[in-house]
């Protein structure tokens, strides 16, 4: 599963840093790859501000946060704490964890604030599959292979445009939805990105709410769209 970019990006992932707030093993809670054992890579940064967020401890990148490694790793609560890496170094310690899961979700924060080309390549390279979890108002780079789940946010406090090209570049669409206001404006997004029929449309209830959760019920089996349920929140893990 290497990609064309990876032949290039080597001098990259020696320069490329991220910085990372937390890297933990679980199971994908939502979307298509529910149920799929995964390394979760939580990137630090995100200047979205969605009301709902329940990482808002990944928003700020403050200096006084910056800590090594082993602190990040060892982070039993959430916490603006991040430390920076380079993409072989995250691989190192991904490989020296232990960890099992082959598959790999960028999340944040807001990833894509970042050139994910080199860190999906590098993770490629081990024989992962890596997916980004985005809110499309960054332009997306990454690994051709890495599949990717925009969450449009729109109209959030940091008033920034959800992108076509994000849009387009989706594998899968997956809304959040509280109210019939938040289809409506997805049903917008849609119509004026000109979305391409193979990509996969899901709704997701924000916070478990039940109004929310039939709606999304109503409007998924209309439109024959998926739904999606966190279903992490339901079992209480990561
Ligand atoms: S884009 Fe994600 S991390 Fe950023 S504010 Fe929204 S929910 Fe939180």
């Given at each position: 599963m290497v990609c064309d970019q990876c032949s290039l990006s080597s001098v990259i992932r020696m320069t490329s840093l991220y910085k990372i707030n937390e890297i933990f093993q679980t199971?994908?809670?939502?979307?298509?790859?529910?149920?799929v054992p995964s390394v979760f890579i939580r990137l630090q940064g995100c200047p979205v501000g969605c009301a709902w967020c329940d990482t808002k401890q990944t928003w700020e990148t403050d200096e006084a946060d910056r800590r090594e490694f082993q602190d990040v790793i060892m982070k039993t609560q959430d916490s603006p704490a991040w430390c920076e890496m380079t993409p072989e170094e995250i691989v190192k310690r991904y490989q020296e964890q232990g960890y099992t899961a082959k598959h790999i979700v960028i999340t944040g924060g807001e990833p894509c604030i970042y050139d994910l080309t080199a860190l999906s390549c590098a993770f490629e390279h081990v024989g992962c599959r890596c997916q980004i979890e985005t809110s499309g108002t960054s332009e997306i780079k990454a690994s051709e292979n890495t599949w990717v789940t925009v969450s449009p946010k729109i109209g959030m406090k940091g008033k920034l445009p959800v992108l076509t090209s994000a849009l387009l570049r989706a594998n899968e669409i997956k809304h959040p939805v509280g109210t019939l206001k938040d289809i409506e404006q997805l049903d917008t997004l849609l119509k004026q990105a000109r979305i391409p029929e193979e990509t996969i449309i899901a709704l997701q209830p924000i916070s478990q709410k039940q109004r929310a959760t039939e709606l999304c019920i109503q409007v998924c089996t209309e439109r024959n769209w998926r739904l999606s349920i966190q279903t992490h929140k339901y079992l209480s893990i990561a």
């Open positions: 199971i994908q809670g939502e979307g298509v790859f529910t149920g």
